[in-house]
């Protein structure tokens, strides 16, 4: 009896070191996840009710900022266009791209390191002066895009000067820059079970079949959460906005982040900047709950791991 | 017999299959260096060079003597002292938190874990430019910090971010349990065995976080613009950003600028290489 009373007692002090150095090891987490995250996400919502320029008080509008946004504003509607169409490119040219790099890294070829380093490469580079550097390549004169086109008997495009071909241009240093997802995309592929291919070539499926009914399954939870990630990324976009394009042509590369950093930092309508951030988190929040939704029909989870 | 010729065309076949993927991933790799190679060769060109049809390939005289003009427009070092200034307080603060963090949620028990660990992973999904507002007020007319490198750093001493908490919290799990007991037994507490257990044998998950933050604060440029307003305090990112507005069509200069921001991302990715691709494989899997 009193030996299991003492053990008891041990075991409570053990759990109780265990509980306080947990605590202690969340105390940075949990601040930055109450006053960085979630405590700001319920002021952006407060403030958009309001109308305040930073300075003096509060004045409480209701709605207005919202009905404004989306009858009156100039820049809001374009921009939502803008930024889907941007992400829409840029997610799904990222995940083509980045699978089928790392289709071929996963044959049986020499020095895969190497060249999956080199694949890498892009995504260690500073955003900044990757947009910098291309802006020269897209340069509409003596760019090498340009110089590439000449080839193909095509005349000069602007590119990024251009209000037809600014997004898309972008989307392709977004897929040049997503070095990452084939490192993820490589490690997933290096999972799928061997046996699965071997037992399918057993009963004589071709490379296609084996292909499409075992590698791509295999890979659907690692599909979508490169998707996900891809996608809060990218609708995200700002940095080329700030630092090439400033949103032009016209406005054919003003983004939603680019329209609320203009309106908060610029002109210094930081609640009504706040609407735009809510909405903004309501876009990309339905987008999440759609990919979500519809996962389940097509992510296959293999069962019994984890 | 005829099952030897069999066997020996589908070695054949896959050998062949082999080689073109081969050639692929060596076509996909050059184009994929091109643009690197078009930025440095442009670097070394006169505009006479630069602005000739066709362009050549590699440049003719090779002026590194462009990086030495270069500098007296664009202060890099400077502004390399100052990004560093950013960077290495916050690479640190995020990393030891993150492990502090995910460690916790991989091996202890203790009441509220779920909730709390439901909402990290949910704010992985939420967007950092949706708080950027909030927190702007809160550092510059809260505490009064705006023009200073604190609201920069901080945030990186809370966590590290809600995606490497859950990255070290994944490869911890990976570690077997028997390692920890083991040290209980000979009367290590919880926090001993993370600094003498944990921490040695998750060392390329840490690389691979301290990589990611390092990435993710050079490329801040957003974060940057809206707390730092004068010269002195620039980051190479904001520096970048003026400096092609001063000099708009010397492009040898610029893009002399823009290999020189190139650089330390490139070493520090060399040197973590090895366990970086090591930390990304096996946090990769489990995701």
């Not at chain 2, 505009?47 to 390939?57: C, T, V």
């Not at chain 2, 603060?93 to 779920?114: D, E, P, S, V």
């Not at chain 2, 990589?211 to 002195?232: E, R, S």
Request: glycine share 6%; aromatic share 16%.
């Amino acid at each position: 009896m009193e030996i299991d009373v003492r053990k008891k007692k041990a075991d409570h002090r053990l759990l109780d070191g265990e509980r306080k150095t947990a605590y202690l090891c969340l105390i940075p987490s949990c601040i930055g996840l109450i006053f960085l995250t979630y405590v700001p996400l319920i002021t952006v919502l407060i403030l958009s009710f309001f109308n305040w320029k930073g300075v003096g008080t509060l004045q409480w509008v209701g709605l207005t900022n919202y009905v404004r946004l989306f009858t009156k504003d100039p820049y809001f509607i374009d921009a939502i266009k803008v930024t889907v169409y941007f992400s829409v490119l840029a997610v799904f040219g990222s995940i083509l791209y980045s699978f089928a790099i790392a289709l071929l890294l996963n044959q049986k070829i020499p020095a895969r390191g190497f060249f999956r380093a080199i694949f890498y490469l892009p995504y260690v580079l500073p955003a900044m002066a990757v947009y910098l550097g291309w802006s020269w390549l897209y340069e509409s004169n003596w760019g090498l895009f340009n110089y590439i086109l000449s080839f193909l008997g095509i005349g000069k495009v602007k590119f990024i000067g251009s209000p037809t071909w600014v997004v898309p241009s972008l989307a392709l240093i977004a897929v040049w820059l997503s070095g990452n997802l084939i490192v993820i995309f490589l490690a997933g592929l290096q999972n799928v079970p061997r046996v699965y291919h071997e037992a399918a070539e057993m009963d004589g499926a071709s490379g296609w079949q084996r292909f499409r009914y075992i590698t791509i399954p295999c890979m659907t939870p690692i599909i979508f959460y490169n998707l996900l990630m891809s996608l809060i990324t990218n609708m995200q976009v700002v940095t080329p906005a700030l630092a090439l394009t400033q949103g032009g042509p016209g406005n054919s590369s003003r983004f939603i982040s680019y329209v609320m950093y203009t309106y908060a930092f610029k002109d210094a309508k930081l609640s009504y900047a706040c609407a735009i951030s809510f909405i903004f988190f309501l876009i990309i929040a339905v987008f999440t709950i759609i990919l979500f939704v519809t996962s389940g029909r097509w992510v296959f989870y293999q069962g019994g791991n984890d | 017999m005829a099952k030897k010729t069999a066997f020996q065309s589908r070695m054949k076949h896959e050998k062949t299959l082999n080689t073109l993927a081969l050639i692929a991933v060596i076509l996909a790799s050059l184009l994929v260096m091109l643009p690197i190679w078009w930025i440095f060769r442009s670097s070394l060109m006169t505009n006479a060079q630069l602005f000739a049809w066709p362009p050549s390939f590699f440049p003719k005289d090779w002026l590194f003597s462009n990086y030495t003009k270069a500098l007296k427009y664009f202060p890099f070092l400077q502004y390399l002292k100052n990004t560093m200034t950013i960077i290495i307080p916050s690479v640190l603060g995020g990393t030891i938190t993150a492990t502090m963090g995910g460690y916790a949620f991989a091996r202890l028990r203790f009441r509220g874990k779920k909730f709390l660990f439901s909402l990290c992973v949910g704010s992985m999904l939420l967007p950092n430019m949706v708080t950027l507002i909030p927190l702007y007020i809160m550092w510059t007319k809260g505490f009064h910090l705006a023009n200073t490198y604190w609201p920069l750093i901080l945030p990186y001493f809370c966590g590290g971010g809600a995606f490497n908490i859950f990255l070290i919290r994944q490869f911890i799990s990976t570690i077997p349990r028997e390692l920890d007991e083991a040290a209980t037994i000979d009367g290590a507490g919880y926090f001993r065995i993370l600094t003498n257990i944990i921490v040695p044998s998750i060392k390329p998950a840490i690389i691979v976080v301290a990589l990611l933050l390092f990435i993710q604060i050079w490329n801040d440029l957003l974060q940057q613009i809206i707390y730092i307003n004068t010269g002195d305090k620039f980051t190479i990112a904001i520096g970048l950003s003026q400096f092609k507005g001063s000099l708009k069509q010397e492009w040898a200069y610029i893009m002399c600028a823009t290999c020189m921001s190139f650089a330390p991302g490139i070493i520090f990715y060399l040197i973590g290489q090895k366990y970086f691709v090591e930390g990304i494989v096996l946090t990769g899997m489990k995701n």
